[in-house]
């Protein structure tokens, strides 16, 4: 579901708004967290237990950290740490690279057959999978307590208006919103519409379109002559960085 598309426009985030300042305030997190999941398997579908996998694996993980803290075993805290990033770095680099890889040492003559069948790769994997480790890290430095609600972990994890674009947002920036819910508060409302027109506008109206003049000089490079060149060099650039930025 993209942010531009009209079923996120007109029905996903009208509903969304609606339902949160709707359900009681300690009800709000599991709302968005199920909201969130429900965001990422209307394009991933089963892959969404991929991300509940994720949020359970860094769950257990800030609890294993803290609770050896808590008994002054500060080695084994640091091997659990140790533990569940491998375990998160594992999980990243067989979506990403395992297929990858296959293929490298196929053609390097060190593997004759395929083994390994063609790996979907799920979308924001790196965005979720570095923001569980951002949680495991803050949490064995002590700059946060572990979050014992999977709930409210879960929708840090898997919150959706950054969950397939970023940026990685650290744990202990959001941790304080997260636990505390204030009442509707219209100046920050109108801010955060204001920022989403913004956004919006920098997306669609201009970095779609410079993406579009870049495809016709890329798909047809003997088409354009010098001059259309870096024009389609310049308008990807600006497509890249305007896309962000929005």
Known sequence: MLFSSTVFLFLFLPAVLFGYYLVHTKYRNGFLALISLFFYAWGENKLVMLMVFSIALNYLGGLSINFFFEREKKNSSKYALWFFVLLNVLLLVYFKYANFFEESLKEFGLLTETHLAKI???????????????????????????????????????????????????????????????????????????????GFFKKVIIAIQMGFVADIVFDEPSQVGFLGHWLGIICYSFQIYIDYSG
């Open 120 to 198: 979907i790769l799920p979308i924001g994997i790196s965005f979720f999978t570095f923001q569980g480790m951002s949680y495991l890290i803050d949490v064995y430095y002590r700059k946060v307590n572990p979050q014992r609600n999977v709930v409210s972990l879960g929708l840090y994890i898997s919150m959706f208006p950054q969950l397939i674009a970023g940026p990685i947002v650290r744990y202990i920036d959001v941790e304080k919103q997260i636990r505390e819910k204030k009442l509707f508060n219209w100046d920050l409302f109108s801010e955060g519409v204001k920022r989403f027109i913004i």
